[in-house]
């Protein structure tokens, strides 16, 4: 399968048959490697209901007929009023996926919508496990990862609103990924982060890390 980072916590996960979408905010994003109007997708996952994760997501799955995947609530309150269509499910539940599956794990963070909350996502897709972190700090909680062999674990570094990276590399050393890339940063002043020297970090703790520019992809 592929993973291409498409800027902030946009990412493009595709095994030659689904193309599977995250947090699609491209449209005013500086950093955005691809506009709204050439992102292809089957699938359109939405951590929660903040502008920088919501981003085009209406947009693209009316163009392309995309299901939007996302909690309940983000569902209910955001997405099944635009009128597009909607797979839906909830923290601690695995969905099943005609690539594989998707788990929605937890994260502690806003969710931009009343009554719903923030989520991440593990994703089965070719035999391998992604978990996008989403928007979160750190928690304990991402100890319980370790038992789920995660392949690349997607964490977002760029403070302020979400980990920064100490915390980051300390949510590393609880998840025992075998890949870290870093994402959530750089997107705007506030969150302008040194990923390679977190990269570094991250490798000296004894992982394997990699800092994708937007647009750059590669093979798990
Ligand atoms: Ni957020
Ligand atoms: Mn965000």
């Known amino acids: 399968m592929e993973l291409q980072f498409l800027g902030h916590a946009c990412f493009l996960l595709t095994d030659g048959i689904y193309r599977v979408l995250t947090d699609p905010f491209l449209t005013g994003n500086p950093l955005a490697a691809v506009s709204a109007d050439e992102t292809a997708a089957d699938f359109i996952f939405v951590t929660h209901g903040h502008s920088d994760h919501t981003g085009d997501a209406v947009a693209i799955a009316q163009r392309t007929g995309a299901a939007v995947c996302c909690s309940v609530d983000l569902a209910d309150g955001v997405f099944a009023p635009a009128g597009v269509q909607v797979q839906v499910g909830n923290l601690g539940g695995r969905i099943p996926m005609p690539f594989g599956s998707a788990k929605f794990f937890q ?26 972190a989403g928007d979160t700090a750190l ?65 000296e703790a004894g992982f394997q890390a990699k800092v994708l520019r937007p647009g750059e992809g590669l093979q798990i």
């Open 107 to 132: 994260a502690i963070h806003g969710s931009g919508v009343p009554g719903c909350l923030s989520c991440g996502f593990i994703f089965e897709m070719d035999g391998k496990k992604i978990y996008h």
């Open 139 to 203: 928690m304990t909680d991402m100890a319980l990862l370790a038992e789920e062999n995660i392949d690349v674990a997607l964490l977002p570094i760029g403070d302020v609103f979400t980990m920064g990276p100490e915390d980051a590399l300390r949510a590393a050393k609880m998840i025992q990924p075998k890949l870290v890339v870093p994402m959530h940063y750089d997107t705007f002043p506030p969150i302008v982060q040194d990923a390679e020297a977190f990269a570094q970090a991250v490798r």
